[in-house]
């Protein structure tokens, strides 16, 4: 009986495993926002601070500075962002670990605009982004950058990036794992090499497709 | 009078495992909630002092089983695994059914086997979660979904288990000090007072003790 009750969990673990996926999305449409909130499978974002604390950064004081091999480096305010032309995505956020949210809007102005505004220099290979918490780095290659559904994100979840969601302003990688959507965005450097990012060094892929996925501008794996 | 219910061993792997349970809820909770991790920050050290607490918690109850020390480990497990219909009764009544009970009661051995099913279960979905890449995708999402839920449910099963024993003061002794007074184990485990005191007297007579009388009660 012991035995039974014991084995009949591990199955049960199993199938979790296997369809929990499927009844997760299903549980977390029936509960809605605010349950959903603090209940397992209620499609919530799981946060991640890499270092001691979240950069609170109001919109007034927002600077991104693009430097490196650039023609016209520069530094932009919220507000310049906001002038720029704008992209609206609705994508599944989806965690390498797995989690994901269904549904999110963003919005933001596309990383290819940026790269034309300033001008690229030749001998430019690879992106290199730093975040206001002085720990998380990224990287792109230059053809991953100039992918359609690849933004500098000014809003989420139809409202201001919050600073807990990396806002004001956060990179968003829609063809790949959240991990590449560094949060609390400070710096773009184009520089001649691919830098592996913060996650990367810890042994996640540098290019971190998720699978089957449908990038207007590149077919996946060909950057 | 007093028996023995928990020797040295049993009781190292009652607390070293109720230790590292208290590590993995504690380093959980920023992994899980916004407002916690906001406060704590520093994620990459939180997840590997979890995942190895994580690998570290099935570590006493294997060791304590598979060595000559075992015996009263052993020997308790098997007695989890053993139920009688008027158990199974009880369980379904919540209590309210008559049973002369062995060593444990009904609740604590399903409390047992739950914990230790649960511990396999948090052991597989945590190996996907952090080796992932060995998985498909929509696997880690269930995995991190199943871990979720029964992070829920053992947190609750725990908090009731520390209730009952607050409010059972013999029984939580009997996992400190290791002893029980006869007089609560005839109240309380009736048949497995009986085991204890019949093996006892077997052993005072000189008698030779047959192979396999006495050591379990159910």
Known sequence: ????????????GAAGVVFGSTVQSRVGRALGPGLADVLPGGNLFQIYSVSDTFPAISQHAYRLSVSGLVERPATFTFADL?????????????????????????????????????????????????????????????????????????????????????????????????????????????VDAVEPGYWEQYGYPVNGWLEGSTSTTLAPGSA | ????????????????????????????????????????????????????????????????????????????????????????????????????????????????????????????????????????VSWRTGATFVHEVLAYLIVAVVIGHVLVALTHRDALRSMVRGWVTVNWAQRHAPRWAREELRAERTEASGAPVPRGAGSIDD
């Not at chain 1, 009986?1 to 049960?12: H, T």
């Not at chain 1, 001998?123 to 918490?133: E, M």
């Open chain 1, 82 to 190: 906001e002038a720029m032309p704008q992209v609206r995505l609705v994508r599944t956020f989806q965690c390498v670990t797995g989690w994901r949210v269904p549904d999110v809007h963003w919005e933001g102005v596309r990383l290819s605009h940026l790269l034309e505004t300033v001008g690229l220099r030749p001998g430019s290979v690879a992106l290199a982004f730093d975040s206001y918490d002085r720990v998380d780095t990224e990287s792109l290659t230059l053809e991953q950058a100039h992918l359609s559904d690849v933004i500098v994100a000014t809003r989420m979840l139809g409202g201001p990036i919050t600073t807990e969601h990396g806002g004001p302003v956060r990179l968003y990688v829609a063809p790949m794992f959240g991990y590449k959507s560094l949060k609390w965005l400070s710096a773009i450097r184009v």
């Open chain 2, 1 to 136: 009078m007093r028996l023995v219910r928990f020797d040295r061993v049993q009781r190292a792997v009652h607390w070293a495992s109720a230790g590292i349970f208290a590590v993995l809820v504690l380093t959980g909770l920023p992994l899980y909630f916004p407002a916690v991790e906001r406060i704590v920050g520093r994620h990459v050290l939180i997840a590997t002092i979890h995942v190895w607490a994580g690998i570290a918690w099935p570590v006493p109850v294997v060791v304590s089983l598979v060595g000559p020390w075992g015996a009263r480990m052993r020997r308790d497990v098997r007695r989890f695994n053993r139920w009688t219909r008027g158990e199974l009764e009880w369980l379904w009544r919540l209590g309210a059914a008559d049973l002369e009970k062995g060593k444990f009661n009904p609740g604590q051995k399903l409390n047992a086997v739950f914990v230790g099913g649960a511990i396999a279960v948090f052991l597989a979905t945590g190996v996907v979660m952090e080796w992932f890449g060995a998985f498909p």
């Open chain 1, 1 to 12: 009986m012991g035995r039974r009750v014991f084995f009949g969990m591990v199955a049960l």
